[in-house]
């Protein structure tokens, strides 16, 4: 029996639903201060970018491009970080992350660092909205 | 007149030449205790992936893919971090860092965490050979 996709519970627990593209989900990690959107794979037991397939590889590169287009436009970041860790969460998950001089890891890297403060529920759908109604446009 | 391409300085410093790929400059860093690559497509002022066009886009995935399966059987990782950041160094790079717990930065990024120690020119000669040797059997 082939093992279904589960997404993993501290991604769970650290984001906002955004959306379900074709490959992947799109979550949204709940930072105020740092817009940080994570692209997941719905793909079961995977853990490595080069363990997945030509076909999902490319739709992969596809949404990252697509997503990092419309947070380019949304927040006019100094750089966008894009990354595969897996040190932590071992389920294959892709940081988008945009960064300005002065945001609170700047200019170390976000992951470690806390959130000194999440998103109230208005700001987060401000947020995604602004990122989507972008990935609709700039798509 | 076209701006040439030229290899970053502090790139350059912190990194052993490996090779030209037909896209990338492979680099290795001076890292002792962390084996860690990175590709910096020689495209003149280039600072984002989304910035790619696309033929160089899928040539990078193809020369990160390439790279990161020669690392995974050299090195057998944890985790393979693969990362676009430019916080520091502006110049387009991507990191490939192979991952294991007991590592000096593990479970947090590398980023940041100086090297305790370089490598010996030999050292250095036997890691890239190494993956050099991976790269013509797997790639």
Avoid at 102 to 125: Q, S
């Amino acid at each position: 029996m082939k093992e279904a996709f589960e997404l993993d519970a501290r991604l769970h627990a650290d984001t906002w639903f955004v959306a379900d593209w074709p490959l992947s989900t799109l979550l949204m990690m709940d930072h105020a201060a740092i817009p940080w959107f994570i692209l997941v794979p719905r793909r079961a037991g995977l853990r490595e970018l080069h363990d997945l397939g030509s076909d999902d590889a490319a739709m992969l590169a596809r949404e990252s491009l697509v997503l990092a287009r419309a947070m380019q436009a949304a927040f006019e970041p100094q750089t966008l970080n894009v990354a595969k860790l897996g040190n932590i969460v071992g389920q294959l998950h892709l940081h988008h992350v945009a960064r300005q001089p002065g945001d609170p890891a700047w200019p170390g890297p976000v992951w470690g660092v806390p959130a000194e403060r999440g998103l109230e529920k208005n700001e987060a759908e401000d947020r995604m909205q602004r990122v989507l109604g972008l990935v609709e446009r700039l798509g």
